[in-house]
């Protein structure tokens, strides 16, 4: 269930469109628009978000910038590769990922490799390792969350 | 089995005002087409009504998009919404209202209503029954201004129960002369003995398996279910068996355990300050359903007609009976409710704000329905969502508020659309976003891309000598792919195209690592208007994005990204 605000919402607006949803649903997906939210009405948003015990997701902006609500954990992609595809023949039948997450809730980076998505349009992971890594970081990829919608099978 | 009713209270004797394919009249009035026009009203990728030039070339309701299109491939296609369709079918209600008393809308296209008083007053039920179908033609014809040439117009029935007047009311419109069957449970019983027991499910709604059931047991007509022992019946069947054969013998058809409430159920609102929006009507409305939802509820009971009205300061009145033989839920109450304001306020008998809105259930039965589960099916969140729903309404405007829909179609961008949350069905999404069981055919594999671009963005694609990649008629790729170029310009500009890469204005050019295709489909080639012909590939850049390109008429373009 996806609110799409045809035209820009002002930060008052914003507000409570977020309010709304994070009242009513346990997972919020937003795009890149919620860049626009000033800092303030994002920590009171953040503040709620916890009290209801909702996850959002974010979209990193240009350069991996958090955006406004500075996120807990951060999800960065790399590595990635798609399967199945030749020279004029095959189809794309999924794609490998090595997946990282960090960020101020963990206390060391974990990494995974996932397919996403598999053949059938899910997620699956291919392995899992908690490895104090060195974290050379390349530029932080958005987050490619595949949207339920595009899970059709 | 006559013995059974002896103590049951008599069945009422109903008329029931049926236009067959309502959702087609209302369509067909946006556009100035000719009556013999094939047309198509479809929900779900699913048609819910057809004109009868449709009906004539083998299309019927409950077929898929694609078979109705195969049987009768000049079909114009109209997308369902059932508010415009109670918008218009409100100038039906109000002319057959101000004749009979206690008008009950069953849904846009259909009126149920007592029919013993206006026949004892026109002088018999025939006369009754084609003094109300040439009304409601008038109503239609001249206020509204619609035309109903193309569906074979209004039929009106009049019988014993509701099951047997739908049942005459679907005759007479084929007919298109009222159907009156005489009273009595032997007369309607005689009526329905050779008539197939597929009525059962869709006039009265009972289950198609158990039609079905029936079918496979040889019991193909309502008279030879109604012949059998009731006891067997019930030890056989069950309730629902019971139910069948009641309906079947032309015995009382309301379901099991249906009352009529004590007075004192309604439950209403008086605002202080007039109120002249209908948003904000129907957001009260929202509260009083749920109220009285809850209140019934908690006594295991839910309400099947439900009397919905409105006073304005200046004293207009409107007030409106709703009946949903599965019950009416909040959703269900408030979507009546926003249809009755709507189609009041625009048929401009309103002058002043509304002081008093009001519901009040006249008829409830035993809820035999809906269990919030603990795994699965419905909970307490999706109520919580819902509530969410209504209010992201109220803040951003129902326009915004989408919620998805499956529709079906060989591009990225057709397999799901977009409705208004307002007008879908939050609770029960199952049907809404059932994907057709069978693949469809041309449609891309899966995995599905994951961003699409609509409309398209234009995007050049080389080979080696850095000349355009083609495509012959037969699908034979001119080379392979070597890079492709997105143009940063718009979409839809023209003026470039094959004039050879690096040229200014343009994106970066990407080498290709691999690409497969062409995936050559075309669509709707009996229609030289809407005809597409079209090759799809997919290619990957050497940058790691797998693009969906399109390749139509020459040119090329970046229909989806999967990333």
């Known amino acids: ?153 | 089995m006559r013995s059974s009713s002896v103590t049951r209270t008599p069945v009422p004797r109903l008329g029931v005002l049926w236009c067959p394919h309502w959702p087609v009249v209302v369509a067909s009035a946006s556009s100035a087409q000719s009556a013999s026009e094939p047309v198509v009203v479809l929900h779900a990728n699913q048609v819910v009504a057809h004109s009868a030039a449709a009906g004539a070339e083998g299309v019927a309701v409950g077929q898929r998009r694609r078979d109705a299109q195969a049987r009768c491939p000049s079909v114009r296609v109209e997308q369902h919404d059932p508010a415009s369709d109670a918008r218009a079918f409100e100038q039906v209600v109000r002319a057959v209202g101000a004749m009979v008393p206690r008008v009950e809308v069953t849904e846009p296209g259909m009126l149920t209503f007592m029919s013993r008083g206006p026949s004892r007053y026109f002088g018999g039920d025939a006369a009754m029954a084609a003094t109300v179908a040439r009304v409601a033609t008038e109503a239609v014809t001249t206020t509204a201004g619609l035309s109903l040439a193309g569906v074979g117009g209004f039929g009106v029935g009049v019988a014993d129960g509701r099951f047997a007047a739908g049942i005459a009311a679907r005759r007479a419109a084929r007919r298109a002369q009222p159907v009156v069957i005489e009273p009595g449970q032997q007369a309607t019983a005689t009526f329905l003995a050779p008539l197939p027991v597929r009525l059962l499910s869709v006039v009265a709604g009972v289950s198609p398996e158990f039609v079905h059931l029936l079918n496979r047991l040889g019991l193909h007509h309502l008279g030879s279910l109604a012949a059998l022992p009731e006891a067997d019946v019930l030890a056989r069947f069950g309730p629902q068996g019971a139910f069948a054969h009641r309906l079947a013998g032309g015995g009382d058809d309301r379901l099991p355990g249906t009352h009529d409430p004590p007075a004192g159920m309604q439950v209403q609102r008086v605002f202080e300050q007039p109120v002249h929006h209908s948003d904000a009507l129907v957001f009260v409305a929202r509260q009083l359903a749920e109220e009285l939802v809850g209140g019934l509820a908690a006594e295991g009971r839910v309400c099947t007609r439900l009397v919905v009205a409105a006073d304005t300061e200046h004293g207009e009145h409107s007030e409106r009976l709703w009946y949903r033989s599965s019950g009416l839920g909040a959703a269900a109450m408030v979507e009546r409710v926003r249809w009755q304001l709507d189609a009041w306020a625009q048929h401009g008998s309103i002058t002043a704000g509304v002081v008093l809105l009001r519901l009040d259930p006249v008829e409830l039965r035993s809820d035999d329905g809906v269990q919030l589960g603990l795994w699965g099916g419905r909970t307490q969140a999706d109520e919580w969502a819902v509530r969410a729903v209504a209010r992201l309404v109220a803040v951003a405007g129902e326009q915004l508020v989408l919620v998805p829909a499956a529709q079906g179609g060989r591009q990225p961008h057709d397999a799901y659309t977009w409705v208004p949350a307002v007008t879908a069905d939050l609770l029960e999404p199952a049907e809404r976003l059932a994907v057709a069981d069978r693949p469809w055919p041309g449609r891309l594999p899966s995995p599905s891309p994951s961003v699409v671009h609509h409309p398209a963005r234009p995007i050049d694609v080389f080979d080696i000598t850095g000349a355009p990649v083609t495509v012959t008629g037969r699908g034979a790729v001119s080379a392979p792919p070597y890079a492709v170029q997105l143009s940063s310009s718009s979409a839809g500009s023209s003026g470039h195209g094959s004039s050879g890469h690096g040229s200014s204005g343009h994106g970066a050019l990407e080498p290709v690592e691999s690409w497969a295709g062409p995936w050559p489909v075309e669509e709707r080639w009996w229609d030289t208007a809407r005809h597409r012909r079209m090759a799809r590939f997919q290619v990957l850049t050497r940058s790691g994005r797998l693009l969906l390109l399109t390749l139509e008429r020459g040119r090329w373009w970046l229909t989806a990204e999967y990333c």
């Open chain 1, 1 to 153: 269930m996806v609110a799409e605000p045809a035209q820009r919402f002002d930060d008052a607006q914003w507000a409570d469109v977020l309010a709304a949803m994070i009242d009513g649903f346990d997972v919020l997906l937003l795009g890149p628009g919620v860049h626009g939210v000033r800092a303030g009405t994002a920590r009171r948003l953040s503040a709620r978000l916890q009290q209801r015990g909702a996850v959002m997701f974010t979209v990193a902006g240009v350069g991996g910038a958090p955006g406004p609500f500075g996120a807990d954990l951060r999800f960065v992609a790399t590595d990635t590769a798609w399967q199945g595809l030749g020279e004029g023949h095959g189809v794309a039948r999924g794609r490998r990922v090595s997946v990282q997450l960090d960020g101020r809730r963990v206390p060391r980076a974990r990494r995974a490799e996932l397919w996403l998505p598999t053949a059938d349009g899910a997620v699956e992971a291919v392995s899992f390792t908690v490895a104090p890594l060195p974290v050379p970081l390349p530029a932080p990829l958005s987050v490619p969350l595949s949207v339920p919608l595009s899970a059709t099978g």
